[in-house]
């Protein structure tokens, strides 16, 4: 629930980006760049879970973060840029122990050959998030509910959220104080970082999530309006449907690289498919396909981008599970705080700041996204296999002497 929520949160802006755009008095550029500082809360604070999670564990730290999220939603409803700007800041540095509280918990108390089922179940619930922050509260908004009531509510929402963890998490047996607290994080996030699988982790999955945390919650109700001359109701549903192939493919393709015992080759195939995907939805005619068709299996198949996280922990020292999802958390969106800017400024480029931006400036301001699909290809044949078939050991040939 926790992470369904936090999701939410940050799908929600694409479909207020002109009511922030008014409230705020921000260009489509700044709405983009005051959106987008919920990325840089979640990136470093990404490490911060990861170690708070191997030395204090899920308890301690889980409903402070959902606490935090409530905070800064409450901030954002204020309506003062500053404030707003903090509050995004917040919800991000919150919203990150969602998911590694989440995944932390799935993959040590459950077999390790579930281990990529179960973090797709996971990610299945905040795409689920997602899809509300887009499908739901669009239609609320178009509805007649202002911004700031949302996003007071939400508030609200996540301080009764924290509250409930709090209540529901289960104590875990204490353990040991150290005096080396800050040496022995060190210690955890430097073997993690130097292990070069760690990086390529990191990479591939920032590649494979840009389409969908920057192209589609940031920049796809506002695509389908103006490049393809859809009604607002009709670009917020199209929009959703990306999330909701998340919601049936996170799950489906960690089930299938379990029981195959492979996640290259899923990987590998998934992205081949995104990148044809993302292709035809910028350079393909409108209507090429049935409506709904593309967002839906692009979607699908960008949930690939969840088997990096499963590697990274099986690539690394059990004790630094929490430490490890951390780290990929921290590289993965720290392409979407980086890059999401970058974007807004290439298509700002490209239109020459006026209006209306047409489907050409799209085309130009999006299309390193397919570069950046292809390269995550490339290097997924440079990660080890980590997969149950690949760990299993080679049978014995009985002796014929």
Request: proline residues 6%; contains cysteine.
């Amino acid at each position: 629930m926790y992470y369904f929520y936090q999701y939410t949160l940050r799908s929600a802006p694409a479909v207020m980006m002109t009511e922030l755009s008014t409230a705020f008095d921000l260009t489509a550029l700044g709405v983009a760049s005051l959106v987008g500082l919920f990325y840089y809360g979640y990136s470093p604070f990404s490490l911060v879970a990861g170690v708070a999670m191997d030395r204090l564990g899920p308890r301690m730290v889980v409903p402070l973060g959902a606490a935090i999220v409530g905070v800064g939603a409450l901030l954002f409803a204020t309506g003062n840029s500053q404030m707003a700007s903090a509050g995004r800041f917040l919800q991000g540095a919150g919203g990150v122990f969602a998911l590694i509280g989440a995944a932390y918990i799935a993959t040590t108390n459950f077999p390790p050959s579930r281990a990529a089922t179960l973090i797709g179940l996971t990610q299945m619930f905040g795409m689920a998030g997602g899809s509300a922050g887009q499908f739901v509260v669009g239609p609320l908004i178009a509805a007649g509910v202002s911004w700031q009531a949302f996003w007071a509510g939400m508030g609200v929402a996540g301080l009764v959220i924290g509250a409930g963890l709090w209540l529901l998490l289960p104590a875990e047996a204490p353990v040991a104080r150290r005096d080396d607290w800050l040496k022995g994080a060190t210690h955890a996030l430097s073997v993690v970082f130097r292990n070069p699988q760690s990086i390529l982790c990191g990479i591939i999955a920032g590649l494979l999530f840009i389409p969908t945390t920057i192209f589609d919650m940031i920049w796809g109700v506002r695509f389908l309006q103006e490049a393809r001359g859809l009604e607002y109701a009709e670009a917020v549903i199209r929009s959703a449907t990306v999330p909701i192939g998340w919601i049936i493919g996170c799950p489906v393709l960690g089930l299938l690289s379990d029981r195959i015992g492979r996640r290259k080759p899923v990987i590998v195939v998934c992205a081949m498919i995104l990148f044809a995907c993302l292709l035809l939805i910028l350079h393909g005619k409108a209507a090429a396909f049935p409506p709904y068709v593309l967002g839906l299996v692009a979607g699908f198949v960008s949930g690939a981008a969840m088997l990096p996280y499963t590697i990274i922990k099986e690539a690394n020292p059990p004790r630094v599970s929490g430490t490890a999802t951390g780290v990929i958390n921290f590289l993965n969106f720290t392409f979407s705080a980086l890059l999401g800017p970058v974007f807004a400024g290439l298509l700002t480029a490209a239109s020459g700041g006026g209006a209306p931006t047409t489907i050409e400036h799209y085309r130009t301001g999006f299309q390193p996204l397919l570069y950046g699909v292809a390269l995550a290809i490339v290097l997924t044949f440079f990660l080890k296999e980590t997969g149950p078939a690949a760990r299993a050991p080679m049978p014995v040939l009985a002796s014929t002497s």
